[in-house]
């Protein structure tokens, strides 16, 4: 599972920091969207104070329910959504900021794949020209970038003479999924988004993709930031998983430490949530009820204690942090329980 | 896991079900467009038919078997073929065939030109409207609204009469009044593909608004621009004729549809066939028109 981590020494010409440096570091991210008809002043808190670190060449998996903030803090981290604070650190340069590097400069090494596969190709554009775009804008020739393109086409598998002029509608979700990623990589990312990249996909297409991605990451040396719901499907694919509720990060991880030892309450549920194939290990009462709480006006201290069945007084009081965490072993979760001097009478034992 | 974790061993897809098929050539949008529509005969027929209105206006003088201006007291709506003039005469004993065929330079110019100006300025104001933001969509929107507040023709006639009569106010009032509805459909079409991700995955990829608009936004939005703009050249012409028949637009002798349609009315009892020729006229060509444009969006829509 963790072939990536022991994966060759990083190269690539536009490396800064070497290999300890982080690809990305992420630091009280914050975007909060004002709403209509809640009130005067109402937000919704879509991403609140999220703090990681990026490694390279590693996968960091993202997962948590819908609406807890994983498509926002996608689009933050390529400004196609302004934060309202925090900081972006790309290869040792803030993102944005006098002396780091501009916006523009970012998105030719961080590229992203969205999820809908339909809408994220303009459909009165043969696929080559579409993936043929990115380099186009960026200064290519017309004919080079055609050229890149078909290079890229073959490397997702797709004939370029036999795909290149077709039209979106004429491809299956899974071609179409490719045309994406083969868009993505046309730009020479070093990193790369994955948001729900194959979660609209049959099983089946899905292994494919899926392949697909970590044979790609292997030869084009990326670094994946891979956002999912399926929690399978981000064990499969990361080093590394973050489990996300209501706009914050509640537990950080190693993939294997985290899905066999969770440490957070939130991630304990969300992985005994999981169907299991074994008839005799089925459950009749989900072990999440409800919807989460509004983001409007999430529960004070810790925002999961509405849900969880070991919320005290001291849970309502303070919101718990996730803690330290120094490099990429390092497991740590946002719960009063994590935490041996919080006051909780579980305290420690998490 | 274990069992997921082999799938790293099938092989990669290699669409072998299309191993051996032709290769097509690789064409942009608008060469695909143009190839769909040179197989489509219907649409090449009716063009041909618009094609031959627009010479008949053009070599109006070459074609016309008398002066259309030339009256004659004694030969007032006469019928079909009396003394050589094919379709008789109308109310001034002028020849009706003739004024037809110079009539149809004035309306083609009235039907046409009012709408291409609408769909420049409206359209290009739909899409700066859709794709610019809230403040920009707000002023321009509402300020259209404001113009949707009168009924078109009681628009045009008070431009019209604020600025006086004649062909060239005429057009100018009759694109005020193409304008707003021109603009909200390009803003609407706008507006619709504004958010999808694909417009989003070329801002992730550096390109710059102008780009986007250029490459992603217009194709997508020129479709019902196009077949809104059709629908109103029969229309205009409509219009324009209305402006004339209240002493707005073109003025007598000058030989228009409108105008014809309108003085020959009142011998609708004396000469049903002369007086119909005029509407006749603005029938072809207004159905000409349409199902030109319908074929043309048909071919613009790569799914057809």
Known sequence: MSTTLAAQPYVDARDRGGAAQPMLIVRALQRHFRVKGAGKGAVVRAVDGVSFTLFKGETLGIVGESG???STLARLLLHLIVPDSGELVFDGEAVAAPRGITVAALRRQVQMVFQDSYASLNPRMPIQDSVAFGPMMNGQSRPQARRAAQDILVKVGLRPDLFGPRYPHELSGGQKQRVNIARALAMGPRMVILDEAVSALDKSVEAQVLNLLRALKRTLNLTYLFISHDLNVVRYISDRVLVMYLGQVVELGPAAGLFTTPRHPYTRALLASRLSMDATRRIDTPPLIGDPPSPINPPSGCRFRTRCAHAEAVCADHMPTLGAWEDRTSHVAACHMADATSGHSLAGTA | MSKTATLTDTPLPTDSEFEGAPATPVRGYWQSVLVRLSRDWVTLAFGVVVLFIICCAIFAPLIAPFDPYSQSII??????????????????????????????RISLVMGLAPVLVATIVGGTLGVVGGFAGKIANTAIMRTMDVFYAFP???????????????ITNGIISLSLVFIPAMCRVAET???????????????ASGAGTLAIVRHHVLGNVLGPVFIYA????SVSILLASGLSFLGLGVQPPEPDWGLMLSTLRQSIYVDPLGCAMPGIAIFITSICFNLVSDGVRAAMDVRE
């Open chain 1, 68 to 70: 807890c903030g994983k």
């Open chain 2, 75 to 104: 030969g007032r709506l006469k019928p079909f073929g009396w003394r050589n003039h094919p379709w008789g005469t109308d109310e001034l004993g002028r020849d009706l065939m003739s004024r037809l065929i110079y009539g149809g």
């Open chain 2, 152 to 166: 078109s023709i009681l628009l045009a006639v008070a431009i019209s009469g604020a600025m006086g009569g004649g």
């Open chain 2, 189 to 203: 079409a706008t507006a619709q593909i504004k958010n999808l991700d694909y417009i989003e995955a070329a801002r």
């Open chain 2, 230 to 233: 059709s629908s109103l050249v």
